[in-house]
T-cell receptor
């Protein structure tokens, strides 16, 4: 299909790891992105991965890319209450970004 | 702070009216993008400008128009407003608008539009 797919909700306990999954559609997408949106706020770029990479690590964030399955995941280690937000996966088709509907992460203290 | 600024932060208006949303890109960025975020449609790309010229068009209604000025700021004009136009409108900017890592888009805080 045409859509970037994400599960809508994820709930984890503080200190645990969170894994947010995304399935994208265009195998020619060059970059894939994760953005974070806190309540009432804009979109904050978290990280991105180039399509010729399998993995990218940035502090508590690990991005895994499976090009064969068009599957992208974001792992947040040691999840904190401040990580509670909506996380958007996006693929770049030419220059505009195509976003998933977002995964709402709730962190339980 | 992404370096992208948008004004106003909030806008309340009535059906049939016209509004203008303003965006200033990050220093040095030539490309500006407009996105609409609504509950039912999610984040949708509207239009892209690169150095004053329209570069790409998405799901932008004919009632909406945009432009990018010589100083690279951009305005999104929404006219004959309907209730369904109520949404969060984001502006983003990127370096060159031509591909590669320069394409990473940085988003402004958004303008929340409420049409009554």
């Amino acid at each position: 299909g045409e859509d970037v797919e994400q599960s809508l909700f994820l709930s984890v306990r503080e200190g645990d790891s969170s894994v947010i999954n995304c399935t994208y559609t265009d195998s020619s997408s060059t970059y894939l992105y994760w953005y974070k949106q806190e309540p009432g706020a804009g979109l904050q770029l978290l990280t991105y991965i180039f399509s010729n990479m399998d993995m990218k690590q940035d502090q508590r964030l690990t991005v895994l890319l499976n090009k064969k399955d068009k599957h992208l995941s974001l792992r947040i280690a040691d999840t904190q209450t401040g990580d509670s937000a909506i996380y958007f996966c996006a693929e770049m088709r030419n220059t505009p970004l195509v976003f998933g509907k977002g995964t709402r992460l709730s962190v339980i203290a | 702070d992404s370096g992208v600024t948008q004004t106003p932060k909030h806008l309340i208006t009535a059906t049939g009216q016209r509004v203008t949303l303003r965006c200033s890109p990050r220093s040095g960025d030539l490309s500006v993008y407009w996105y609409q975020q609504s509950l039912d449609q999610g984040l949708q790309f509207l239009i892209q400008y690169y150095n004053g010229e329209e570069r790409a068009k998405g799901n932008i209604l004919e009632r909406f128009s945009a432009q990018q000025f010589p100083d690279l700021h951009s305005e999104l004009n929404l006219s004959s407003l309907e209730l369904g136009d109520s949404a969060l409108y984001f502006c983003a900017s990127s370096g060159l608008g031509t591909g590669g890592y320069q394409e990473t888009q940085y988003f402004g805080p958004g303008t929340r539009l409420l049409v009554l």
